[in-house]
């Protein structure tokens, strides 16, 4: 299995900072890489696609880059909504993998 | 929109089998593939597998001796069984949508708590 590694695996920063969250895969992944949002009790959400590709709907405060074994996540100005736990998925092999979770957290 | 809702009980007794069911709703389950995810208490997410609504499915090589998806077109509903389970089992079970022509889940259900005990 392909194994999937964040970090950091949890941060607190405040509103308008610029947040990086970076996902580092086993082996070469190419860009087989997502990243989603999830909050207690709601449904998780695709935020970034294939590394870098913006999910409609989501905002463009998010964005996400790499390629090969090392991703980023980046927040560019951090909102009060955004405190969260990201995580990281790789689809280049099955199993599908997730890294552990990045928990957000608003100072 | 469309939107995904897990069912099934809550408590499951061990060495039994779990049972879930995901219901889509305000879509055609047809032409897509449906996965499902369980995150443990405290742990990583792990995709359990994922089924094509013609009823082809990939499970996870860890729990591929016990589990089974399937998917019911007529009811717009796919399922998951998971036999045999112990402690290790219990989780938040997720379902979700595989993107159409992408690798990745673009949609999914709240979540239910599955708890194991006697």
């Known amino acids: 299995d392909i194994q999937m590694t964040q970090s950091p695996s949890s941060l607190s920063a405040s509103v308008g900072d610029r947040v990086t969250i970076t996902c580092r895969a086993s082996?070469?992944?190419?860009?087989?890489l997502h990243w989603y949002r999830h909050e207690p009790g709601k449904a998780p959400n695709l935020l970034i696609h294939?590394?870098?590709n913006l999910q409609s709907g989501v905002p463009s405060r998010f964005s996400g880059g790499g390629s090969g074994t090392d991703f980023t996540l980046t927040i560019s100005t951090l909102q009060p909504e955004d405190s969260a736990t990201y995580y990281c998925?790789?689809?280049?092999?099955?199993?599908?993998?997730f890294g552990q979770g990045t928990r957000v957290e608003i100072k | 929109q469309v939107q995904l809702q897990e069912s099934g009980p809550g408590l499951v007794k061990p060495s039994e089998t779990l049972s879930l069911t995901c219901t889509v709703s305000g879509g055609s389950i047809s032409n897509y593939y449906w996965g499902w995810v369980r995150q443990p208490p405290g742990k990583a997410l792990e995709c359990v597998g994922y089924i094509y609504y013609s009823g082809s499915a990939n499970y996870n090589p860890s729990l591929k001796s016990r589990v089974t998806i399937s998917v019911d077109t007529s009811t717009n509903q796919f399922s998951l069984k998971l036999n045999s389970v112990t402690a290790a089992d219990a989780a938040v079970y997720f379902c979700?949508?595989?993107?159409?022509?992408?690798?990745?889940?673009?949609?999914w259900g709240r979540g239910t708590l599955v708890t194991v005990s006697s």
């Open positions: 998925q790789q689809t280049y092999s099955t199993p599908w993998t």
């Open positions: 979700a949508r595989v993107a159409y022509g992408g690798w990745y889940f673009d949609l």
């Open positions: 294939t590394a870098s």
């Open positions: 082996q070469s992944i190419t860009s087989y």
